[in-house]
């Protein structure tokens, strides 16, 4: 039974279905593993075990929700109704919300049985998730490892086989940085394609999404949920066919980029890395794919310090919201060094000079996007470093900016994404001699992440990665 949640959320679906199997049986599964593994991955923040079987117990073989009986796991930054969110932070204690986002209404509504929250770095600042309120989680292939961050808890998760899927958000490249980590699909949407509400109208730079074991299953959830809600105050217009359709043709002739220059000054990147990208390019010229090593122009002078006067106000508000949870202002000894270096870092920041840099990053992005005219899809490293050792970047030490500065050079490659606000995807293509995980990603035009799906499923197709398993679920 352990071996089922390597298997993917489609076709633990269709078992349920066919009556071959109860949703009670495969969420006790998926629950058990986490009660054996999560002492040593740490991914979990909290598990519903009773609320879990009382929605599984509601399920029957004759339920024709797509996913019915399939569990799942939520970030701890993402309100569910009934469970803590804490942000992995002291600051929010324990407050339950009575409310679920909307996606989390759209996970429920297709059957899925939500099974807990998952870890994430203190309000989501870094690449790493090791948390001071509830310790690290770890790299599945080597828990010495980082599983990447903001959403490192879900890909842990998924990589252990506790559950198949789960739900992260990507502000800087949190979803494909722990998917690259943790040999999982890790897709970045395009910019408003899946509603942030109901807390937030829109974003430059938030986007929601899930971490896969294949491409079958990001398919299948952006179909469910891609979309305007009420009240979104901007949102990308709806594709021409469902994604299950698009993503099924094949892509054609693509012209491709090389890309292997970091966005970020000073950034340099691992042979291992670079090799990962070149075989990638070697594989889809076999496939009929036009490739061509190209530089697009993303590089531009304090490009981290103008990311950073977008991105800490974002985690000032949190903290903001935090302390009116408590009745009171934050202080510093709510939260950890980094994120009060952010706090410190907005109130620093007067608004002349964050529209400027505002200015100047939507200035980045209409280059960039311009440069995409050449070509189809852009091909880069995923990550520039191999994933990095547990408490090399946590943000806690006696100079947090420099951890905060270091964790860009470990992944300069994904936070243009989201400035541009362009579709991106992170497949786990190969395997490092140190045996981790090996990913490239794939940065898309705006708006197409049908031509990136299409591809993503090609590669799958030639170089299957869902039957590597991390050591816990092959032992399963």
Known sequence: MNGLLTRSATELAALVRRGELTARELVETSLRRIDELD???GAFTHVAHDAALEAADAIGADDQRPFAGVPIAIKDNKPVAGMPITMCSDLFADTVPGHDAFLVRR??????VIVGKTKLPE??????????????ARNPWAPDRTPGGSSGGS????AAGMVPIAHGNDGGGSIRIPAACCGLVGLKTSRGRIS???????SLLLC????????????ALLDLLAGYEPGDMTWAPPPP???RELAGRAPGRLRVAVALNPPLEGATVDPVCERAARDAAALLESLGHELAEASPPWSQQNVLSDFTRLWAPLISLTTMIGGALRGRAATAEDVEPLTWVMWENAQSTNSLDFLAAEARMKSLARGLVAFLDQYDVVLTPALARRPVAIGEIHGRGPDPWDNYQRSGYFTPFTAICNVTGLPAIALPLYHGDDGLPLAVQLIGRPLAEDVLLSLARQLEQALPWAERLAPQAAAA
Do not use: H, S
């Open 39 to 41: 002492a040593e991955i």
């Open 107 to 112: 996970i429920r509504e297709a059957g899925f």
């Open 123 to 136: 309000m989501g600042i870094l690449p790493t998730t090791e948390p001071r309120r509830f310790g690290p």
């Open 155 to 158: 890909a842990a998760a998924v």
């Open 196 to 202: 942030l509400g109901p807390e937030l109208g829109d």
């Open 208 to 219: 929601e999404g899930v971490l896969t074991r294949t491409v079958d299953d990001t398919v």
């Open 241 to 243: 066919a469902p994604y």
